[in-house]
T-cell receptor, first 112, second 113 residues
Framework: DTEVTQTPKHLVMGMTNKKSLKCEQHMGHRAMYWYKQKAKKPPELMFVYSYEKLSINESVPSRFSPECPNSSLLNLHLHALQPEDSALYLC???????????FGQGTRLTVV | DQQVKQNSPSLSVQEGRISILNCDYTNSMFDYFLWYKKYPAEGPTFLISISSIKDKNEDGRFTVFLNKSAKHLSLHIVPSQPGDSAVYFCAASEDNAGNMLTFGGGTRLMVKP
């Protein structure tokens, strides 16, 4: 199994909603990542988890709250988002000590 | 300040010919470089990588060349196939420790039959 699975594929939420994005991998990878990609822009790193601990937070606003409940799962909790947060949110995983990350299909988020 | 740049937003190549995608970087601390391919509505797919201790890495039709002194790398695809049509991202990392990837802006490759 070389897949990173993200759910949902599409999400529309209001600015007062609370929602969560989910990511799952069963490759035994102990590093997991959240990236954000705006249209016609490259992916930008948001968070890195290493051995289920948050190791990098790229100055992301607190309305985005990551969680790594176990070595296979990564969540991104969303609350009080703004329309400019609309983007493709990509999850990735890799072996710790290896930069070759495997990406999921992404969740297309629209904030209305 | 973009640390990884792909100056060609798009490239069109005839099937069977060579595709050359270019990438420049400014951070001299980068020592590991990767190319990703992305189809619409999909996540990026890892293609090939190169460590700064090498100047060339080859995998089938794909070859990546690294010129450290010029802070430049390129991806060669030979022969190009219509299925290669996608957006190609160059990415760089300061160490091969599973840390952050910095992506270039991407080049859209179109391979015409």
């Amino acid at each position: 199994d070389t897949e990173v699975t993200q759910t949902p594929k599409h999400l529309v939420m209001g600015m007062t909603n609370k929602k969560s994005l989910k990511c799952e991998q069963h490759m035994g990878h102990r590093a997991m990542y959240w990236y954000k990609q705006k249209a016609k822009k490259p992916p930008e790193l948001m968070f890195v988890y290493s051995y289920e601990k948050l190791s990098i937070n790229e100055s992301v606003p607190s309305r985005f709250s990551p969680e790594c409940p176990n070595s296979s799962l990564l969540n991104l909790h969303l609350h009080a988002l703004q329309p400019e947060d609309s983007a493709l949110y990509l999850c990735a995983s890799s072996q710790v000590g290896n930069t070759e990350a495997f990406f999921g299909q992404g969740t297309r988020l629209t904030v209305v | 300040d973009q640390q990884v740049k792909q100056n060609s937003p798009s490239l069109s190549v005839q099937e069977g010919r060579i595709s050359i995608l270019n990438c420049d970087y400014t951070n001299s601390m980068f020592d590991y470089f990767l190319w990703y391919k992305k189809y619409p509505a999909e996540g990026p797919t890892f293609l090939i990588s190169i460590s700064s201790i090498k100047d060339k890495n080859e995998d089938g039709r794909f070859t990546v060349f690294l010129n450290k002194s010029a802070k430049h790398l390129s991806l060669h695809i030979v022969p190009s196939q219509p299925g290669d049509s996608a957006v190609y991202f160059c990415a760089a990392s300061e160490d091969n420790a599973g840390n952050m990837l910095t992506f270039g802006g991407g080049t859209r490759l179109m391979v015409k039959p």
